[in-house]
């Protein structure tokens, strides 16, 4: 069988439609390698697919032409059988009232004994949150400026901010994504390149709310904190020695001598996360160990179970492995501590996190994960207007057989992450439910192949955690979006994500108010793209073009974009041009949240990140010029509160403007 006859079964598509609309086929040599990636495919012969059924809904699925009837089947649950039956035609018609979750279907043959397993899905709509339309401010978390931070904004930058956006009547704070990263080297500090999905920063965590108090420095240590508060960029590599030395001396003498109530939070919070958290402990520690990519590890570690993970944790490294849960424990309370205090100051969402794409393939996920996560493939997109030559992101991303064969699990504990301290999650090109663009090692990004993931399940599970966190999901669906795919996931509930900049109609004209959908989130701008005063005034493209890049806009084109705002803001009434005339706009679409980018009411006009660049542009580390309290007399608060006043929430009385 030659390639493409390898791809067209495995659904693989091997060619794509560029951004004007040429068509490109992949190189042959770089489809052999996206071939050689796949884990083999699930040989079925009775079901293609999982089965996935509205809660509470009658469901019905065929089986395939090759089964031979009767077929018996059976639904269990933590090995509790729900339901059991026989299948005499080839249409099986599922029980209604099944309990949601992700349940084992087992089938048998009765003539021939052969025996198969699938998934079987059980799941509501999405959380849809609060019934009023309302708003959020966006910010990126590690630029936060206060006289108490260590050089990056932190969780208690965080919390303050609350009290603030709280006061102008914001319903949340939107974040970028929190995930633990690597952060050894001055390049690997963005937030969407993570070591891994399932645990959080540490670098964001206040150092002056630690287990018995804020760690007293040296006159070194000292000196190197004040040269990072005064930095106008944040310098992640003297931060995160300045922080890991102070929270080793906390570890250790909350380990000296532990106060009762805080030693039984560790311990619990230990408890709840379980074999997951001794795992990346484990791999923690390994990976400072050998200083290499894990699967140049000794056989051993390349692909060790639970067991002997375990009993490294109880060995020698017992000291280190329980460091590195006991980080994460205060980084997750000091996370907790945060949306608790958004709800209490009368925010109905809350935190707004981001959920990065994909990960690291020298990273744990995929080290934990390496059936559900191939690393010789990496995520990206195929070429289109903003970026002419394609993007290769450099990360790891879900395989759908290698999902199906874990039950989900690994996606579900993606998800349960985000939403655990969260009113709202993003869903980073959420394309990627339905198919990915996958890049093999050592080609560039023109000769990727989009690779077809198990949609329905993908979205069945989004549906099902969102339900059980009650939290909004938000999928961004920029870019390439296949046709039909909003149409699918808004059935499930899930909100898609518009930005104004690139809602035009066919003439380049920006569309009215009344196209924006009701279950959506509606921005003007986003972090890979310009701020408002960068794009009004070009700078954007000029920078671009000064780092080689080709801008995919010219300044004639960009003027005439500025023009036509100005036309649709009369259009509607608004006889200004300024931000707040375009906020006022866009509070009057019907989509239910609306994010504000601090970055835009300061009026920056670098944006934080420039995708294609590394260290051409200081991307995820620049730092806001003011500090958070002086925030609100640096900007036009009356003319924010008038903007949006359709969508102003009432705080509580804890919280200050």
């Not at 992640?236 to 080793?248: G, T």
Request: aromatic share 8%.
């Amino acid at each position: 069988m030659d390639l493409h006859a390898q791809a067209e079964e495995l659904g693989i598509e091997t060619g794509f439609h560029d951004g004007r609309g040429r068509w490109h086929d992949i190189d042959s040599a770089a489809l052999a390698q996206v071939l050689a990636a796949m884990p083999q495919p699930l040989q079925r012969r009775l079901l293609c697919a999982p089965v996935v059924i509205r809660q509470g809904a009658a469901a019905r699925t065929e089986l395939m032409p090759a089964a031979t009837l009767p077929v018996r089947w059976e639904i269990l649950s933590d090995g509790v059988v729900l339901a059991r039956g026989v299948a005499r035609e080839r249409v099986v018609a599922w029980p209604r009232h099944l309990p949601g979750g992700v349940h084992r279907l087992l089938l048998r043959e009765q003539a021939t004994s052969h025996r198969e397993e699938v998934p079987l899905i059980v799941a509501p709509a999405a959380h849809q949150g609060p019934p009023r339309r309302a708003w959020l401010l966006a910010v990126q978390l590690y630029g936060l400026r206060s006289p108490r931070n260590w050089g990056i904004g932190d969780f208690a930058d965080l919390g303050r901010l609350i009290e603030v956006a709280a006061g102008w009547g914001a319903a949340g704070i939107g974040l970028n994504p929190l995930h633990v990263l690597f952060g050894e080297r001055p390049g690997d500090c963005s937030p969407y390149s993570p070591n891994s999905r399932l645990f959080l920063n540490p670098l964001y965590i206040a150092m002056d709310d630690l287990p018995g108090g804020a760690v007293s420095l040296d006159e070194a240590d000292a000196q190197l904190l004040a040269r990072a508060r005064h930095g106008e960029l944040v310098d992640h590599v003297a931060v995160a020695a300045l922080k890991w030395r102070a929270l080793r001396a906390a570890f250790t003498r909350f380990c000296a001598a532990p106060v009762a109530a805080e030693r039984a939070a560790f311990d619990a919070f230990r408890a709840e996360r379980g074999s997951i958290l001794r795992r990346f402990a484990c791999f923690e520690v390994l990976r400072g160990r050998f200083g290499s990519p894990w699967w140049d590890w000794p056989d051993e570690w390349c692909a060790p179970d639970d067991a002997t993970c375990d009993a490294f944790g109880a060995g020698k490294q017992a000291d280190e492995v329980a460091f590195v849960a006991f980080v994460q424990w205060i980084a997750d309370r000091q996370l907790a501590a945060c949306q608790a205090r958004a709800l209490e100051c009368g925010m109905s969402v809350g935190l707004y996190l981001d959920i990065a794409v994909g990960v690291r393939a020298d990273g744990f996920d995929a080290w934990n994960e390496q059936q559900a996560i191939p690393r010789h493939l990496s995520v990206g997109a195929p070429p289109d207007g903003l970026n002419t030559a394609g993007q290769d992101w450099g990360l790891a991303g879900f395989n759908g057989t290698g999902l199906q064969a874990r039950g989900f699990a690994p996606f579900r504990a993606v998800l349960r992450a985000a939403m655990r301290h969260a009113g709202a999650v993003r869903i980073d090109h959420v394309m990627g439910l339905k198919r990915l663009y996958l890049v093999p090692r050592g080609f560039d990004a023109r000769n990727g192949a989009y690779v077809p993931m198990p949609f329905q399940a993908m979205l069945a599970i989004t549906a099902l955690e969102s339900a059980a966190h009650r939290c909004i999901v938000v999928g961004e669906d920029l870019g390439t979006v296949p046709e039909g795919f909003r149409e699918d996931a808004a059935e499930w509930g899930i909100w898609s994500y518009r930005v104004m900049m690139f809602a035009r109609d066919p003439h380049g004209g920006f569309l009215a108010s009344e196209h924006y959908p009701d279950d959506a989130l509606v921005t003007f701008s986003t972090h890979d793209l310009a701020t408002f005063a960068g794009w009004r005034r070009g700078g954007d493209l000029s920078l671009k073009r000064s780092l080689g890049m080709d801008p995919g806009e010219g300044d004639d084109a960009r003027a005439h974009a500025v023009h036509l705002l100005r036309d649709v803001l009369r259009r509607h009434a608004i006889d200004r041009d300024d931000l707040y005339a375009v906020l006022a706009f866009l509070a009057r679409t019907r989509s239910r949240l609306l994010a504000v980018a601090l970055d835009d009411l300061l009026g920056v006009e670098d944006q934080p990140n420039i995708p294609g660049t590394v260290n051409e542009h200081p991307n995820w580390r620049r730092r806001l010029a003011v500090q958070i309290d002086e925030v609100p007399t640096a900007i036009d608060l009356a003319a924010l509160r008038a903007a949006l006043a359709p969508r102003r929430e009432g705080g509580a009385a804890g919280s200050k403007p």
